[in-house]
């Protein structure tokens, strides 16, 4: 629902073309996790972009885990087709273990992010998403591809 608010929201205010979508393969380092993502990237000027995103981490041993981000990235310009990016934001996770529960935790996003694009609309991507709160660390890494409206 996050997602759909902020996504709705910066639509409105973005101008044609700094609008991507995209999907993802993820991994999660706490529990050894793959997983699938979905997100979208509002940009507000050439180097300043919104992206909320989604994640749901397949079931591994007793643990099944979900997360929802809102990152704010600074892209830099490397190359004509090549981009990185610092990022830094906010999740909410679940984790649903077998026979005990689940545990819902709010934190911080610290990261950074690699964008190839192999076309005026398709684009490789990479991720390192360190994600921090109370007595919770993972590292979340992910591989994806992203189309721009």
Not at 31 to 52: M, S, W, Y
Not at 56 to 75: G, I, K, M, P
Not at 99 to 107: Q, S
Not at 143 to 148: H, P, S
């Amino acid at each position: 629902m996050l997602m759909c608010v902020v996504g709705a929201f910066c639509t409105a205010h973005a101008d044609s073309g700094d609008i991507a979508v995209g999907v993802q393969l993820d991994h999660g380092s706490a529990a050894n996790q793959i997983g699938l993502g979905a997100k979208v990237q509002i940009g507000f000027t050439d180097e300043l972009r919104l992206e909320p995103s989604f994640n749901y981490y397949f079931r591994q041993s007793e643990w099944a885990t979900w997360d929802v981000n809102l990152n704010l990235h600074y892209v830099f310009d490397v190359a004509d087709s090549f981009s990185v990016y610092p990022l830094a934001g906010l999740f909410v996770s679940n984790w649903d273990l077998d026979n005990v529960g689940d545990d819902t935790r709010f934190g911080a996003n610290l990261g950074a992010g690699a964008e190839y694009a192999i076309t005026d609309v398709v684009s490789l991507t990479g991720e390192l998403r360190y994600m921090l709160t109370g007595d919770y660390r993972q590292l979340a890494t992910s591989v994806g591809v992203t189309f721009k409206f």
